[in-house]
């Protein structure tokens, strides 16, 4: 509610499957530098995680603040919404992300509507990892240094709105999993990067690593979510 505003965060905050968030116009919620619980994709980064059903609710005159704790905050790890795949709802109205490593990170198969939403300063605006979710976005803006917008192709009849959105930085649309791709597979994939180097960083940045392939097993499981499709992986000796 907004008479508990703010809400310092100091470990990841999960929303479970069957309990729906409201949060009011003018809340303010504060992402601490680090994760204390150490948990989550990254383990150095606070992260507010999207299990069931989140409504974000500001207006124009009072936004529903993310931001890293003193605002612009060192929250280089932070992500301010990550929707996951299990999410029964998510809407973002009047919502502003600041001073965080991850504005929205969308993994869900529900669809999103993102309405009069900003993210700036971070690293990565917005992330989209599969291809299986429709998603609306209009009168929103997205600042990334690394990654302004990311999504993966729309599958099937899948599709991506964006009207009157700007994107500042850099844009890439990936490769989504092939129809009939494991979805609980501990492999992600994820858009590209021009060199070996590149990708070993890209991972890391999330706490990830790059696809260590050891048996047949594995590599089926890879080479069905690649579809066919280019994709780095770790080859040191």
Same mark, same amino acid.
């Given at each position: /509610? &907004?008479?508990?505003?703010?809400?310092?965060?100091?470990?990841?905050?999960?929303?479970?499957?069957?309990?729906?968030?409201?949060?009011?116009? *003018?809340?303010?919620?504060?992402?601490?530098?680090?994760?204390?619980?150490?948990? *989550?994709?990254?383990?150095?980064?606070? $992260?507010?995680?999207?299990?069931?059903?989140?409504?974000?609710?500001?207006?124009?005159?009072?936004?529903?603040?993310?931001?890293? &704790?003193?605002? %612009?905050?060192? !929250?280089?790890?932070?992500?301010?919404?990550?929707?996951?795949?299990?999410?029964?709802?998510?809407?973002?109205?009047? !919502?502003?992300?600041?001073? &965080?490593?991850?504005?929205?990170?969308? #993994?869900?198969?529900?669809?999103?509507?993102?309405?009069?939403? #900003?993210?700036?300063?971070? #690293?990565?605006?917005?992330?989209?990892?599969?291809?299986?979710?429709?998603?609306?976005?209009?009168?929103?803006?997205?600042?990334?240094?690394?990654?302004?917008? /990311?999504?993966?192709? %729309?599958?099937?009849? #899948?599709?991506?709105?964006?009207?009157?959105?700007?994107?500042?930085?850099?844009?890439?649309?990936?490769? !989504?999993? /092939?129809?009939?791709?494991?979805?609980?597979?501990?492999?992600?994939?994820?858009? /590209? %990067?021009?060199? @070996?180097?590149?990708?070993?960083?890209?991972?890391?940045?999330?706490? @990830?690593?790059?696809?260590?392939?050891?048996?047949?097993? $594995?590599?089926?499981?890879?080479?069905?979510?690649?579809?066919?499709? %280019?994709? @780095?992986?770790?080859?040191?000796?």
């Amino acid at each position: /509610t &907004l008479n508990s505003s703010p809400y310092v965060l100091t470990g990841d905050v999960t929303i479970r499957n069957q309990a729906t968030l409201t949060i009011e116009a *003018g809340v303010e919620i504060q992402f601490a530098s680090t994760d204390q619980l150490r948990a *989550g994709d990254d383990v150095d980064g606070v $992260e507010f995680i999207v299990e069931g059903d989140l409504r974000v609710l500001g207006t124009a005159q009072n936004p529903v603040r993310f931001t890293g &704790l003193d605002d %612009p905050g060192p !929250a280089l790890h932070a992500t301010g919404t990550t929707v996951a795949r299990t999410a029964r709802g998510t809407t973002l109205r009047h !919502a502003t992300y600041t001073g &965080l490593g991850t504005g929205v990170d969308i #993994r869900s198969t529900t669809p999103v509507v993102i309405e009069n939403t #900003r993210v700036a300063g971070a #690293r990565r605006g917005l992330l989209r990892d599969n291809g299986i979710v429709n998603i609306t976005v209009t009168d929103s803006s997205f600042e990334g240094t690394e990654e302004g917008l /990311t999504m993966a192709v %729309p599958e099937g009849n #899948r599709v991506i709105t964006l009207l009157r959105t700007q994107v500042i930085g850099p844009v890439a649309i990936g490769v !989504a999993p /092939t129809p009939g791709a494991d979805p609980d597979s501990r492999y992600r994939l994820a858009p /590209t %990067p021009r060199t @070996w180097a590149d990708a070993e960083g890209f991972c890391g940045s999330r706490g @990830w690593s790059l696809a260590d392939i050891q048996n047949g097993a $594995e590599n089926a499981d890879v080479a069905s979510l690649l579809g066919g499709a %280019p994709a @780095w992986i770790d080859a040191r000796m």
